[in-house]
């Protein structure tokens, strides 16, 4: 007799953090909806999983119907969606806002068992950033239409195939003077294989309904500390200077058009505000999870941006 699995979907699955959030959710034995806009973006996931276990779903958060048809019969939701680079606030709001309420509020009506929603450290609806405004909105909406949800705010995530630590080494291997955007910016990046992990342990824990998790990494660096690690790290004889905010805003507007650009502002948006915990507790503790950090697990994916050459404490 063959064995029922449980069906999980998950919003934003082909993003960095959504695709490993469905690695593990396959490894667990789910049957895994991707509910994506295209179902052409999920060829890099179909190698995951046994055949049949990963199924592409046409779905947008900004649709009714659609997502009505995501969540039916789902055990559980993760809405890993989001909208982040944009300084337009309608244009935040339609998926930040409307698109997690509209999750929330259907998943409801479908009886699903657990909603999580992974959110943004540093939420705040007066906050200077929309993006962050935005991300405060949305928990508020998904409360709302889903008193049970879980909500996961984490700081700026880090992994191998991010586009946050590459877009910075390969800036670093680039130049001979690094211009560092805001220097005394904290930020507390954190694996993104962590969040994932934190995603199962919360589905598998019984009491975790109705919480909220904030999670980073174990480490915080200003920009300019993390810059200056990942130089040394390079072996780049590059020198990290401070740059007026703005005219590096323009100048990341006008370089991220053309062909192979290391510069763009959705980095310098990520690195815009402070992403730290609020009060130092991370709620990994609480989920019995240990945090990688950046100088243990970063070494092995930045040491491509080394000289040819340069093989000292190389990874084996």
Avoid at 130 to 141: A, D, H, P, T, Y
Wanted: include cysteine.
């Amino acid at each position: 007799m063959s064995k029922i699995r449980n069906v999980a979907t998950v919003f934003g699955g082909t993003g960095f953090v959504g695709r490993y959030i469905v690695s593990r959710l396959l490894k667990q034995g789910y049957v895994v909806r991707v509910s994506v806009p295209s179902p052409a973006l999920t060829v890099s996931l179909r190698t995951m999983g046994d055949v049949g276990q990963m199924v592409p779903l046409y779905s947008s958060v900004t649709k009714e119907e659609t997502v009505t048809r995501a969540v039916e019969g789902a055990e559980i939701v993760v809405n890993a969606s989001r909208k982040q680079f944009s300084h337009k606030k309608p244009e935040l709001n339609r998926l930040n806002v409307d698109g997690a309420g509209r999750v929330a509020r259907l998943c409801a009506a479908a009886g699903v068992k657990k909603l999580i929603h992974l959110s943004t450290v540093g939420t705040d609806e007066n906050s200077n950033s929309l993006f962050l405004q935005s991300r405060k909105i949305g928990e508020n909406e998904v409360k709302k239409f889903f008193p049970a949800a879980t909500i996961i705010r984490h700081t700026i995530p880090f992994g191998i195939d991010d586009h946050f630590l590459n877009v910075l080494a390969r800036q670093i291997k680039a130049l001979s003077i690094m211009l560092v955007y805001k220097s005394n910016v904290r930020l507390q990046p954190v694996y993104v294989g962590d969040i994932a992990d934190a995603v199962i342990r919360i589905i598998n824990l019984a009491d975790t309904n109705g919480h909220s998790y904030e999670i980073a990494g174990p480490e915080v660096y200003t920009n300019h500390e993390l810059i200056s690690w990942m130089i040394k790290w390079l072996h780049q004889n590059t020198i990290p200077c401070a740059f007026p905010a703005g005219l590096m805003t323009i100048m990341a507007k006008i370089l991220q058009n053309l062909p192979g650009s290391f510069m763009n502002a959705s980095l310098l948006n990520m690195m815009n505000n402070d992403c730290v915990l609020n009060n130092g507790v991370n709620d990994f503790d609480n989920l019995g999870i240990k945090p990688m950090s950046i100088e243990m697990l970063a070494p092995e994916f930045l040491f491509a941006y080394r000289p040819a050459d340069d093989f000292e404490n190389a990874p084996v």
